[in-house]
Protein backbone atom coordinates (compact mmCIF):
# COMPACT_ATOMS: atom_id res chain seq x y z
CA UNK A 1 0.00 0.00 0.00
CA UNK A 2 1.46 3.44 -0.77
CA UNK A 3 2.17 5.63 2.09
CA UNK A 4 -0.42 8.23 0.44
CA UNK A 5 -3.03 6.13 0.84
CA UNK A 6 -1.98 5.01 4.45
CA UNK A 7 -2.00 8.42 5.22
CA UNK A 8 -5.61 9.08 3.93
CA UNK A 9 -6.77 6.26 5.77
CA UNK A 10 -5.40 7.53 8.56
CA UNK A 11 -6.88 10.65 8.75
CA UNK A 12 -10.31 8.94 7.77
CA UNK A 13 -9.75 6.83 10.63
CA UNK A 14 -9.22 9.85 13.14
CA UNK A 15 -11.52 12.38 12.20
CA UNK A 16 -14.05 9.58 12.95
CA UNK A 17 -12.98 8.60 16.25
CA UNK A 18 -13.02 11.97 17.07
CA UNK A 19 -16.77 12.31 16.03
CA UNK A 20 -18.07 8.66 17.78
CA UNK A 21 -16.42 10.05 20.73
CA UNK A 22 -17.52 12.92 21.05
CA UNK A 23 -21.22 11.71 19.91
CA UNK A 24 -20.95 9.00 22.77
CA UNK A 25 -19.82 11.52 26.10
CA UNK A 26 -22.62 11.95 28.31
CA UNK A 27 -23.54 15.17 28.11
CA UNK A 28 -22.19 16.20 31.59
CA UNK A 29 -18.61 15.28 30.48
CA UNK A 30 -19.20 17.41 27.76
CA UNK A 31 -20.50 20.46 29.62
CA UNK A 32 -17.24 19.41 32.50
CA UNK A 33 -15.08 19.76 29.57
CA UNK A 34 -17.07 22.98 28.20
CA UNK A 35 -16.58 24.71 31.34
CA UNK A 36 -13.61 23.56 32.68
CA UNK A 37 -11.20 22.23 29.84
CA UNK A 38 -9.13 19.16 29.59
CA UNK A 39 -8.09 18.23 33.65
CA UNK A 40 -3.94 18.32 32.86
CA UNK A 41 -3.33 19.11 36.73
CA UNK A 42 -5.78 15.96 37.61
CA UNK A 43 -4.05 13.73 35.14
CA UNK A 44 -0.60 14.56 36.79
CA UNK A 45 -2.18 13.54 39.96
CA UNK A 46 -3.59 10.20 38.34
CA UNK A 47 0.14 9.71 37.25
CA UNK A 48 1.74 9.85 40.71
CA UNK A 49 3.06 6.50 41.50
CA UNK A 50 4.36 4.77 45.22
CA UNK A 51 6.08 2.32 46.81
CA UNK A 52 3.00 -0.05 48.19
CA UNK A 53 1.95 -3.19 48.13
CA UNK A 54 -1.47 -4.39 48.40
CA UNK A 55 -2.16 -7.02 50.57
CA UNK A 56 -5.68 -8.94 51.06
CA UNK A 57 -6.43 -10.64 54.51
CA UNK A 58 -9.15 -13.07 54.96
CA UNK A 59 -9.31 -13.68 59.14
CA UNK A 60 -12.15 -16.43 58.51
CA UNK A 61 -9.54 -19.47 58.69
CA UNK A 62 -11.00 -21.68 55.92
CA UNK A 63 -10.80 -18.99 53.77
CA UNK A 64 -8.09 -19.11 50.88
CA UNK A 65 -7.84 -16.26 48.27
CA UNK A 66 -8.60 -17.54 44.65
CA UNK A 67 -6.28 -18.16 41.83
CA UNK A 68 -7.91 -17.04 38.60
CA UNK A 69 -9.00 -13.34 39.30
CA UNK A 70 -7.39 -10.60 40.94
CA UNK A 71 -7.65 -7.29 39.19
CA UNK A 72 -6.52 -4.12 39.67
CA UNK A 73 -7.15 -1.25 38.33
CA UNK A 74 -4.81 2.04 38.60
CA UNK A 75 -6.05 5.86 38.26
CA UNK A 76 -3.47 6.39 35.68
CA UNK A 77 -5.21 3.32 33.25
CA UNK A 78 -2.69 0.67 34.17
CA UNK A 79 -4.53 -2.40 35.69
CA UNK A 80 -2.85 -5.82 36.51
CA UNK A 81 -3.68 -9.09 36.77
CA UNK A 82 -2.41 -11.14 40.25
CA UNK A 83 -0.97 -13.81 38.41
CA UNK A 84 0.09 -13.07 35.24
CA UNK A 85 3.77 -12.61 36.12
CA UNK A 86 3.84 -8.92 35.84
CA UNK A 87 4.13 -6.82 38.73
CA UNK A 88 4.01 -3.13 38.96
CA UNK A 89 6.86 -1.53 41.68
CA UNK A 90 5.74 1.42 41.82
CA UNK A 91 2.00 2.08 41.03
CA UNK A 92 -0.75 4.67 40.44
CA UNK A 93 -3.42 5.20 43.04
CA UNK A 94 -5.87 2.50 43.08
CA UNK A 95 -9.27 2.96 41.58
CA UNK A 96 -10.80 -0.48 41.35
CA UNK A 97 -9.86 -4.03 42.75
CA UNK A 98 -11.70 -7.28 42.52
CA UNK A 99 -11.21 -10.31 43.85
CA UNK A 100 -12.31 -13.76 44.77
CA UNK A 101 -11.90 -15.64 47.62
CA UNK A 102 -13.08 -19.43 48.41
CA UNK A 103 -14.53 -21.02 51.70
CA UNK A 104 -15.52 -24.59 51.33
CA UNK A 105 -17.64 -24.67 48.04
CA UNK A 106 -18.35 -21.30 48.19
CA UNK A 107 -17.00 -18.87 46.27
CA UNK A 108 -16.87 -15.14 47.11
CA UNK A 109 -16.19 -12.23 44.75
CA UNK A 110 -15.56 -8.78 45.81
CA UNK A 111 -15.69 -5.45 43.64
CA UNK A 112 -13.90 -2.16 45.31
CA UNK A 113 -14.47 1.00 44.00
CA UNK A 114 -12.37 3.95 45.47
CA UNK A 115 -13.13 7.50 45.67
CA UNK A 116 -11.59 9.53 43.47
CA UNK A 117 -10.88 12.44 46.25
CA UNK A 118 -10.66 10.08 49.16
CA UNK A 119 -7.49 8.30 47.41
CA UNK A 120 -6.25 11.15 46.17
CA UNK A 121 -6.05 12.81 49.56
CA UNK A 122 -5.30 9.56 51.90
CA UNK A 123 -2.57 8.68 49.39
CA UNK A 124 -1.13 12.56 49.28
CA UNK A 125 -1.43 12.80 53.81
CA UNK A 126 0.22 9.03 53.97
CA UNK A 127 2.85 9.37 51.64
CA UNK A 128 3.64 13.37 51.52
CA UNK A 129 6.67 14.56 49.00
CA UNK A 130 8.50 11.06 49.48
CA UNK A 131 6.52 8.40 47.14
CA UNK A 132 9.57 6.26 47.38
CA UNK A 133 8.80 5.22 51.34
CA UNK A 134 7.26 1.29 51.43
CA UNK A 135 3.37 1.07 51.92
CA UNK A 136 0.86 -1.19 52.48
CA UNK A 137 -2.48 -0.95 50.61
CA UNK A 138 -4.68 -3.49 53.02
CA UNK A 139 -8.23 -4.85 52.66
CA UNK A 140 -9.55 -6.96 55.66
CA UNK A 141 -12.25 -8.94 55.03
CA UNK A 142 -14.37 -9.99 58.37
CA UNK A 143 -14.61 -13.53 59.85
CA UNK A 144 -18.30 -13.89 58.41
CA UNK A 145 -16.87 -12.77 55.42
CA UNK A 146 -19.60 -9.52 55.52
CA UNK A 147 -17.66 -6.89 56.23
CA UNK A 148 -14.50 -4.92 55.01
CA UNK A 149 -12.08 -3.07 56.16
CA UNK A 150 -9.72 -0.79 53.69
CA UNK A 151 -7.08 1.07 55.02
CA UNK A 152 -3.39 2.39 53.96
CA UNK A 153 -0.57 1.83 55.76
CA UNK A 154 2.84 3.90 56.26
CA UNK A 155 5.19 3.64 58.70
CA UNK A 156 3.31 2.92 61.60
CA UNK A 157 0.61 5.05 60.56
CA UNK A 158 -3.18 3.76 59.06
CA UNK A 159 -5.35 5.96 57.17
CA UNK A 160 -8.80 4.40 57.00
CA UNK A 161 -10.51 4.47 53.12
CA UNK A 162 -14.01 4.76 54.55
CA UNK A 163 -15.72 5.87 51.33
CA UNK A 164 -15.18 3.14 49.05
CA UNK A 165 -18.25 1.91 47.40
CA UNK A 166 -18.25 -2.28 48.01
CA UNK A 167 -20.26 -5.12 46.20
CA UNK A 168 -19.57 -8.89 46.82
CA UNK A 169 -21.49 -11.59 45.46
CA UNK A 170 -21.44 -15.34 46.18
CA UNK A 171 -21.53 -18.90 44.67
CA UNK A 172 -22.68 -21.64 45.71
CA UNK A 173 -22.81 -25.43 44.29
CA UNK A 174 -26.60 -25.24 44.63
CA UNK A 175 -26.75 -21.99 42.68
CA UNK A 176 -30.01 -19.36 42.62
CA UNK A 177 -31.49 -16.50 41.57
CA UNK A 178 -30.29 -14.70 45.02
CA UNK A 179 -26.73 -15.38 43.48
CA UNK A 180 -27.58 -12.76 40.80
CA UNK A 181 -27.20 -10.30 43.29
CA UNK A 182 -24.55 -8.86 45.92
CA UNK A 183 -25.51 -10.83 49.35
CA UNK A 184 -23.48 -7.42 50.64
CA UNK A 185 -23.38 -3.40 49.42
CA UNK A 186 -22.32 -0.58 51.47
CA UNK A 187 -24.52 1.38 48.34
CA UNK A 188 -27.58 -0.55 47.13
CA UNK A 189 -28.82 2.73 45.15
CA UNK A 190 -25.79 2.92 42.87
CA UNK A 191 -25.42 0.80 39.67
CA UNK A 192 -21.56 0.01 39.47
CA UNK A 193 -21.44 1.02 35.98
CA UNK A 194 -21.73 4.52 37.17
CA UNK A 195 -18.60 4.59 38.88
CA UNK A 196 -15.69 6.16 37.76
CA UNK A 197 -12.71 8.76 38.27
CA UNK A 198 -13.73 11.77 36.82
CA UNK A 199 -10.90 11.31 34.38
CA UNK A 200 -11.95 7.51 33.45
Do not use: C
Not at 114 to 136: L, S, T, Y
Amino acid sequence: MPLKQFDKEATHFAKNTKEYYINSMDSDVVANLQTNGIPMKLWDTYRERFNYDIRLELEDPKARLGTTRTIYNYANGEFVYEYDGNPIDMKARLSELLFEWNVGETKYEGWFYFDEHEVIEIFRKAFGENHNQRGEFIVRVSKYNNKFEIFLRVGVKEYPLKKTKIYAFLTTPRGGEEEDEPYYSNNWNINPDDIRFIGG
